[in-house]
């Protein structure tokens, strides 16, 4: 019986019966004793959970992470991708080179140098399946099991998702206002190192930080490099969102002044489309070569059409220009989200206050759990992404991740509306 079946019969059968015939289709089968150790860590999102809910008919969503298609000119891109296949179809459509294309590598040190990367060099940049397919490769390449990864605490779950597969164990260090605090990264590196732990990397959103938004100050940025760097740890630096502030240039990434420390690695999905599963790392020379080989090894080559897709963007369309476009209406969309939280929320709430990117993360009083809170959000209309999402640890957050990038204001503002008595009703039972 298939989800869909099973879920025409609920309306139709008891939920007992309901429940044994999901017992039933999920029983242990004896394929099951052939399962790696590491298939045992990998879990469904619970962000993957909640964008499914999402999509129902009357709800707000004010989950999903998604950049506003429908600023792009879909016309005019459906005709480039047409020629392309016409004119180009036997090179477009037949396996290409594992490393990507070196047209579309070499726009992309273009694009990095609008970030504030001047260095950047084609031959050591690796095309990828997005940003997660340049952290799986990072993570199977440099990390054993029992290896210690440090990362934000939050992070972006797509990434906790990744450690856990590889049996990595992670270690988070605490974020203020201003991002990761160097005094608490250094402590905690001194920690692990003296319980004899082998730290490989620290996992970093320096700029408009999923899920919180925050921003790493750039007064700290050096410091957190010198301080992996005493400790022959790497860094990987995600930063999909840097583009996207909403006021004045991008601060320079950790990667710019630091050529042999950091991975970088950056994605079209946000400056672009997300479809196109196209995304980069910039790799220290030194380390290009395994890089490439475990990235190759994955995916054989990235796809040639997606490609030539991006490359056709960056080269005949006003690419910078649709990124400010994209600033603004994402500068909208976040000011009409705290301008909503202002005026419906309860009393002993906080939120932060981006400079940019897709989110606004919202603390409720300690003893709220925010997990059970998603289902009374749903029946009242709206979809939030619990905080326990965005951490290791199991314990309950008293967290949610609002995202306002995909939301008109007036939906944002609706959904806000409906959120508040859920959160206040939830404060009130403490």
């Known amino acids: 019986m298939t989800h869909e079946t099973l879920d025409a019969a609920a309306e139709l059968l008891p939920a007992e019966a309901i429940d044994a015939i999901e017992r039933a289709a999920t029983s242990a089968h004896r394929h099951e004793e052939l399962f790696s ?3 045992a860590n990998i879990k469904q999102s619970a962000v993957r959970d909640v964008f499914d809910i999402s999509m129902r008919p009357g709800l707000v969503s004010l989950a999903g992470g998604s950049p506003y298609l429908q600023s792009l000119p879909l016309e005019r891109l459906g005709q480039t991708a047409a020629r392309i296949i016409s004119e180009q179809g036997l090179t477009a459509l037949q396996y290409g080179g594992g490393q990507g294309t070196e047209e579309l590598r070499t726009q992309i ?3 990095m140098a609008a970030e504030g ?9 690796v095309i990828t399946a997005g940003s997660q397919s340049a952290q799986d490769v990072a993570t199977k390449v440099f990390c054993n099991p029992g290896d210690v990864v440090l990362v934000e605490d939050p992070t972006y779950v797509g990434a906790l998702n ?9 270690a988070a260090v605490a974020m203020d206002e201003h991002g990761l605090v160097p005094d608490l990264l250094e402590a905690r590196i001194a920690a692990l190192q003296t319980a004899g732990k082998n730290i490989k990397f620290l996992y970093t ?3 408009f930080n999923n899920p919180s938004g925050i921003t790493l100050a750039e007064e700290r940025r050096q410091r957190v490099v010198d301080i992996c760097r005493r400790a022959n740890i790497l860094i990987l630096e995600d930063n999909p969102y840097g583009l996207l502030r909403f006021h004045g240039k991008p601060l320079a990434p950790l990667r710019a002044s630091n050529p042999d420390d950091v991975i970088y690695m950056g994605s079209f999905s946000k400056i672009f489309a997300p479809g196109l599963r196209i995304g980069w790392a910039l790799v220290p020379a030194h380390l290009q070569r395994r890089y490439y080989l475990a990235s190759e090894a994955v995916t054989l080559c990235p796809p040639t059409l997606n490609q030539m897709l991006v490359s056709a963007y960056l080269r005949d369309y006003d690419w910078r220009g649709q990124i400010e476009t994209y600033r603004g209406l994402y500068r909208e969309r976040c000011d009409a989200m705290l301008a909503a939280l202002e005026e419906y929320m309860p009393e002993g709430l906080s939120w932060t206050r981006p400079e940019g ?13 925010t997990y059970p809170l ?9 979809v939030f992404i619990p905080g326990a999402a965005f951490t290791h640890s199991d ?4 967290k949610i991740r609002l995202a306002f990038s995909a939301v008109p204001p007036e939906s944002i503002r609706e959904g806000v509306r409906r959120l508040a008595p859920v959160l206040r009703e939830a404060i009130a039972s403490l």
């Open 37 to 39: 150790e590491r298939a």
């Open 109 to 111: 040190c273009e694009v």
């Open 117 to 125: 990367i001047r260095d950047a060099l084609a031959r050591n940049v």
């Open 162 to 170: 990744t450690f856990e597969a590889y049996q990595v164990e992670v």
């Open 205 to 207: 959103i320096p700029n």
């Open 357 to 369: 990117g897709f989110f606004i993360w919202v603390t409720l009083p300690d003893g709220v759990d």
């Open 374 to 382: 998603l289902q009374k959000a749903i029946d009242a209309g709206v």
């Open 395 to 398: 314990l309950p957050s008293n």
